[in-house]
């Protein structure tokens, strides 16, 4: 029991970092109808700005205060984020209003090529630490109530703290602000939303802005837990399962769907793996994510399709 | 002027429903065919057999099956990389386990349970549609990939993983010079480019394309889309596998699962959206544009940087590689979605009505 616990809560765990990227995608997905595939490009791109920066701020600057030098690497990788978002906007997406989803899936992809090599191109493509002092001592808990009690990273844990601030914080801007509004707006109707005047051009920039941001949290965590390394753009191909399962639409879906997602593949890696040669659990997300899309086609928390002819 | 159909009178439904209908069009592609078996071999050294004309070739063929799925039949698939891989494997695994198997059949083989596998893993297509199909079709990917990596059987219990293949027949002729794998290539992809080009006009190639342009209304007019999503499935499939086969058989020789990654499927997809989805001169063009492009930037990076007095390193040749073919299809695609295809038949109005511009 004790050991099927742990199993349970590190899956959930893991399935809060992939409800991470899978907001990225469904956050743009919403705004723009482009499946970015580039998410985990982007990823990589922000942790390895975040890790070159963190090391070259206390190198150059003689800054010695950890916390301080952390955040001033957090912010300037995030302004490069924006810069992308913007560059983005302005040389692709601008040009590319009104074509197929297909064509614009392609884009993304091209522009995950140029992401990925001009990341490593900028800042090395050697393997990366993002030191941000997360504690990495584990945690007993239960120990009364189980023999041995579970054992829990608090790694995970501030982690999954931090995704869920991040969350509430996205769902506050996205309810209460009027960009948000604006957001929501563009979202839901495109051309309804130009016509009374919201800005396309810069709603666009705004929604991979804030794509940026959350790739940036999403690299600094996994970047702190695995390293920063090319493998971390990788991570978008976990996502996918996720964003399907929950719906191409729906933030709460990227975020239940994650935590689906990573319990799924932990407990099928754990209990199923061993009898059939293990390294199961990619391709089980996707069958996982199959099966519910055979019941729901559009995912869980998906817009009902309605076809028109 | 150069291209006009002026006075060429059909007089029969079989003139008028001829493949190329138009007397040039019929030269001009007998004329390439024939300058590909006879001229080319005399043209193209070594290097160019195996850099480039070999996989091309190959390629093409892919990706015109890619283009019967994703072109006419209009479901976007990430999982061809895996179809190819099953094609793969299956051929080899006749191949070797059969004392005499002819190399024609365990390609086909390859391609059939290609198919199979292709209509198992297209079963989503009947509920789910457009990008969703497109990541559930990456479960195939991910499942071919971790099968043929984990099961030992597929690659005969070889120690590394690694599957190979020798001593390559075809009716008692050797394959073993590049231009004799060239010729062998350039003889399945012309069979199976007419074969492909008659099925998408037929009666089945219409009914896939009504189901690309409107699902819902074909079915309303009578056209069973499971029918014609799942034969889609099937062709493209075997195509696919034939094709994977041939990569792994001739191309390759010995092989890992890696060689069929889910990088192998993005690049199939890439040459039929640059080539020109629903064409299957589309398919050559893409084929082409895809497999010379990393070559021809190889080439020249390295010259260039000699020029400006700067040394280029491997892992920066291979950072800009990335960083120019990633701007390049993004380049291409804003300057034209339709693909090469297009341009091509827009080159061809030209030269119609020229002098004229209208």
Redesign the interface.
């Known amino acids: 029991m004790g050991f099927f616990l742990e199993t349970l809560f590190g899956g959930l765990m893991a399935g809060m970092l992939y409800s991470l990227v899978a907001l990225g995608f469904v956050l743009i997905f919403k705004a723009s109808g482009v499946?970015n595939f580039a998410q985990g490009a982007m990823v990589l791109f922000a942790a390895l700005a975040m890790a070159r920066f963190g090391e070259w701020i206390p190198q150059y600057l003689g800054l010695e205060n950890m916390l301080l030098a952390n955040l001033l690497a957090f912010a300037m990788a995030a302004v490069v984020m924006f810069v992308v978002a913007w560059l983005v906007e302005l040389?692709?997406l601008r040009?590319?209003v009104n074509?197929?989803?297909?064509?614009l899936?392609?884009?993304t992809?091209?522009?995950?090529?140029?992401?990925?090599?001009?990341g490593?191109?900028l800042f090395g493509?050697d393997i990366y630490k993002i030191d941000v002092g997360m504690p990495k001592e584990p945690l007993m808990l239960f120990e009364s109530t189980f023999d041995g009690g579970i054992m829990i990273n608090q790694e995970d844990l501030v982690a999954a703290v931090i995704a869920a601030l991040l969350v509430a914080a996205l769902s506050l801007f996205f309810q209460k602000t009027g960009t948000g509004r604006a957001l929501r707006a563009v979202a839901d109707d495109h051309q309804a939303a130009q016509s009374i005047g919201i800005p396309l051009n810069r709603i666009w920039v705004i929604v991979w802005c804030v794509a940026g941001v959350v790739a940036l949290v999403a690299g600094m965590i996994w970047g702190s837990k695995l390293g920063v390394q090319f493998s971390l753009s990788t991570v978008a191909?976990r996502a996918?399962?996720v964003?399907?399962l929950g719906g191409?639409t729906s933030v709460p879906g990227a975020i239940i769907g994650g935590l689906i997602i990573g319990v799924g593949e932990k407990l099928s890696e754990v209990f199923l793996g061993p009898y059939?040669?293990?390294?199961?659990e990619?391709?089980f997300a996707?069958?996982l994510?199959?099966g519910f899309?055979?019941v729901r086609?559009?995912?869980l928390f998906g817009e009902k399709?309605i076809?028109r002819? | 002027m150069f291209y006009r159909e002026n006075g060429q009178f059909k007089t029969s439904y079989q003139a008028d429903q001829q493949i190329f209908p138009i007397t040039q069009d019929r030269w001009g592609v007998l004329l390439i065919v024939a300058f590909a078996f006879v001229g080319v071999p005399f043209l193209a050294d070594e290097y160019m057999f195996r850099a480039i004309l070999i996989p091309f070739l190959i390629m093409a063929l892919a990706a015109l099956g890619v283009n019967i799925l994703?072109g006419y039949c209009g479901q976007?698939s990430l999982g061809s990389g895996a179809f190819m891989a099953v094609g793969a494997y299956a051929a080899y695994n006749w191949f070797i386990r059969i004392d005499g198997m002819p190399l024609i059949v365990a390609l086909l083989l390859g391609g059939f349970f290609a198919t199979l596998v292709g209509i198992f893993f297209g079963i989503?297509s009947l509920?789910?549609?457009?990008?969703?199909l497109?990541?559930?079709t990456?479960?195939a990917q991910?499942?071919c990939?971790?099968a043929f990596?984990?099961?030992k059987w597929f690659t005969n219990d070889s120690a590394s993983g690694t599957a190979a293949v020798a001593d390559l027949q075809v009716f008692g002729l050797p394959l073993d010079s590049p231009l004799a794998k060239y010729l062998f290539c350039l003889s399945v992809l012309v069979v199976f480019g007419v074969l492909a080009k008659n099925l998408v006009r037929s009666a089945i190639g219409r009914e896939w394309m009504a189901i690309r342009d409107?699902d819902?209304?074909a079915s309303?007019i009578g056209i069973r889309p499971m029918y014609a999503k799942l034969s889609a499935f099937a062709v493209s499939s075997f195509i696919v596998g034939v094709a994977g086969a041939l990569w792994a058989f001739i191309y390759l020789g010995s092989w890992e699962p890696a060689a069929f990654s889910?990088d192998r499927s993005?690049q199939l997809?890439?040459m039929v959206?640059?080539g020109g989805?629903g064409s299957i001169m589309g398919s050559f063009f893409g084929a082409g544009f895809i497999i010379v492009l990393p070559i021809i930037i190889n080439q020249v990076l390295p010259f260039l940087g000699e020029i400006a007095g700067v040394s280029v390193s491997t892992?920066?040749l291979?950072?800009?590689?990335?960083?120019?073919?990633?701007?390049?299809?993004?380049w291409f695609?804003?300057v034209e979605?339709h693909g090469l295809a297009k341009l091509w038949s827009v080159a061809k109005q030209k030269l119609r009505i020229w002098p004229f511009p209208h």
């Not at chain 1, 059939?276 to 199961?280: A, S």
């Not at chain 2, 509920?127 to 969703?132: K, N």
């Not at chain 2, 291979?318 to 993004?330: D, K």
């Open positions: 499946f040389l692709v040009h590319l074509q197929e989803g297909t064509t899936l392609m884009a992809l091209g522009i995950t090529y140029f992401l990925d090599g001009i490593q191109t493509s191909l996918l399962p964003v399907i191409l059939v040669g293990g390294g199961i990619i391709w996707y069958v994510a199959l899309l055979l086609p559009q995912g399709i076809d002819v | 994703v976007i989503p509920r789910v549609r457009g990008l969703y497109a990541v559930a990456l479960a991910f499942f990939d971790w990596l984990r099961i409107m819902v209304a309303v889910v993005f997809l890439f959206i640059l989805m892992a920066a291979t950072h800009a590689e990335q960083i120019i073919f990633g701007s390049l299809i993004v695609l804003i979605p």
